[in-house]
């Protein structure tokens, strides 16, 4: 940890050095000899507030970088007099997305001759600024005249600007103006380059100084000014800067918060100065659309959430829609709420919860967390389903359709057999397993279940059913004795669903979000998922923000690159892929820690070796700290990638473990006896059809395979042993195939803790010493067909999810080249 320390201080430190020089060379450049020039008069149209750090509501015309910083989005509106002068010029300025559209309308401007002159223009400017990991950014505007006086008519103007704030305490800009010399009355005009330093020793205070350097001449003490800037109580912020002439400029920004602290902030700019010996001054109001920690007035608003699609683990670009969220999207947007001074609480409305068991525990338990300060959460529970009440019974209270009857079963576990259909066809599933409870092979071997699958299925089963009837018991305050009546009726009316203390209230969702806004004694503002987790947040930190990679290992292990991620197949992860991503967060140095958060049966051996190989490679090498975080499901191969030594984090309704090993193959000789098929081989050694589908397995043949299924399965041993620091001659009670929920695999020490991806993040965050803020960024980037990239999205069908399930379950197929599997025994849905 020192050693990295050291690191990202030395490189900062380069960073410092690296722009120094490149000012100094700028410095120099401008310094050299040229002829002298006019200055330009457009520019003294919008006085000069810093280049480095300002809240002015016309930054973004001062350093075009500014256009990228907060506020995103906005509209500028000032208005300039001249001394003695009724006319008034008039400046319009919008900035969205990062670019700016300015329109003016100039009425005078001061000529050469020192005098005020009827400009009577309209001058227009575009731009776009690019500011890159809170540290360094560069911009342009380009402007132009339209005007019927033909001294102004026809300007265009060029403006380049740096931003580079390598500390929380250091700002550098600089802005080249006027680099390509604009004509103005048939003759150009100086380049202009202002040099800004801003310096803030504390978090609410920050001084700065500018000096502007005019092409052809000397600085001079009236192009240099002084400024600061305070933040105080509601975010309010004040500001002001003065030049040796006693010119002076000032502002104040007041975040209204009159939708939450959002699209409520408003600015006030204003100046005075003396221009060849006449008096100007100028007011200017913006509003803006960036979210403040907090605000003056904070009308309150409740987060709702509709759990009713697929949510994916996995981000994915698309271009012409807005990004789809994922897991983590919705977890940290609960967790941010319970922080956020302008959401009062949550409404939550079930139809169908596509998650996994352990995904439900995971936002139960950031639900749980936003009660813990006094915010209350309503579930709006529309459909019936075991998964759908779990996470219902983690809130405050719960509305119930009266369209619906009231039932929970308790949960189950359902194992397709095959080998009978097999046999019918005349195809034959060969495998060697080793561990008693490795029962991969036999829904495809059996016609049910053997003595060892039983048993461990139905002790995995058991554990996710007390916990959900514990978590509901506990949650709802009722007895077993209620739940046991429930289970003996088989269903319930809404009406004795109250009576029981399943649920609260009978209604439909619009009557209930009526209702909750009546009790609450809130003027009915929501705002949703979506639009939440979009929502622009004023950044108040300088510097590079550290950040956190989470890996995903989303589905199958195999070897090469990753796969699916459409409406059929399932997802698979590729060990090529993990390696990417893995060099994409190690080698970023910007990156300090790393979650590898696995969802995964496991899959191939080779894979699984290679992925594992390469993590500890990448530690030894850049020393990053790296914590395990357990989805729905990280057995087999995905628990043996985790056998490096690092915290794991699990969720108690993980299905984890498996530590066993299968190898087999397909024979087809008897569908090719069938069909009429003949396959020759001719080989050079005894074995070198060992895996040929034309024929069955020999004896000798199995006792090959045995021998390397033994050397696979005491490697499996040794790696988690050594691990997990577990006796070489005690990893057999947790291993030999037994598949175990995450309370399970606490008890025998194959985790470490039991935890979400939330809880994940923040202990790496604590290993890695982050104090201030940072960013998540999620590995490895997936593409997606080709109508979901451009946003074309159909939805899926019940039967395209009926055929991707059933796919799933004959994914054996895609490792029939592969000598050795890490893969769980099952694929378990729970219900």
Known sequence: MILRLSELRYNKIKCILCFLLLYLFVFLFNYLHADEKAKNPFNSA??????S?????????????????????????????????????????LNYAGFIFSYSWIDHLYNYNDSLECSNSKLF????????????????????????????????????????RPVRFLSFGYTARDINNPRVYKEDTARSNVYSLSIRPFNNITFSFDAVKYEGRDFEKSDMILSSSLRFIYDISAYAGITKDKNLMFGLLIPLGINGNRSSSIIFDGYTSDFYDMRSSGLGVTFSGDKTESSIIGLKRFLKIMINNDISEIKTERIFSKKELVFFDLLNAVKSAKTDQSITG????????????????????ELKNFRSVEKPVYAILNALGNKEYYLASACDKIYYNPANMFAITGLKAEV???????????????????GPYKSYPEPYTREHMSREFRENLTALISDLNEQYLNDIIKDRQISSDQIDLLFKKGIMTPLEAIKAGFIDEISYPTEAETDIFKNNKFLNLTIVLNDYVEENKKTYKWGPRPKIAVIYVSGSIVHGYSQGYDKF???????????????????????????????????????????????????????????????NTAASGGYYIACTGDNILSSKGTVTGSIGVVAGKLSLKELYSKLGINKDIIKMSEFADIFSEAKDMTAAERKIIEQGVDYVYNRFKIKASEARGIAKEDIDKAAEGRVFT????????????????????????????????????HLPEISVPLMDFLGIKAETSILQEKIKTFIHIFDFVEFNEEYALYYCPYKLIIK
């Open 416 to 434: 397709f057999f095959f080998k009978e259909g097999l046999d019918k066809i005349g195809v034959k599933f060969e495998s060697v397993s080793k």
């Open 53 to 93: 750090y300002t809240e002015s509501s016309f930054a973004p015309l001062i350093n075009p970088v500014f256009s990228d910083i907060s506020p995103s989005s906005s509209i500028s509106y000032m208005m300039q007099n001249f001394e003695d002068r009724k006319d008034f010029n008039h400046y319009f300025l």
């Open 569 to 631: 197949l399932p997802n698979t992860i590729g060990d090529e892929t993990y390696l990417n991503a893995l060099n994409s967060a190690f080698t970023e140095s910007q990156v300090n820690a790393v979650v590898i958060r696995i969802d995964s049966g496991g899959g191939s051996s080779l894979a699984s070796e290679l992925m594992l190989h390469n993590l500890i490679r990448m530690k030894k090498k850049y020393n990053k700290p790296v914590v395990f975080s357990f989805g």
């Open 125 to 164: 400017t575009v731009g776009k600024g690019f500011f890159f990991n809170n540290m360094f950014g560069l911009g342009a505007n380009y402007s132009f005249s339209k005007s019927s006086n033909n001294n102004f008519d026809g300007y265009k103007s060029l403006t380049i600007g740096l931003l580079f």
């Open 46 to 51: 919008i006085p000069l507030f810093p280049a």
């Open 346 to 365: 949550i409404i939550i409305q079930i139809d169908n919860a596509k998650l996994g068991f352990a995904q439900i525990q995971e936002l139960r338990e």
């Open 742 to 777: 995450g309370s399970q695999a606490k008890n025998n020490r194959l985790i470490d803790t039991l935890g979400g991806i939330i809880a994940a993040i923040d202990l790496a965050k604590k290993i890695a010493d982050i104090k201030d803020e940072y960013d998540v960024t």
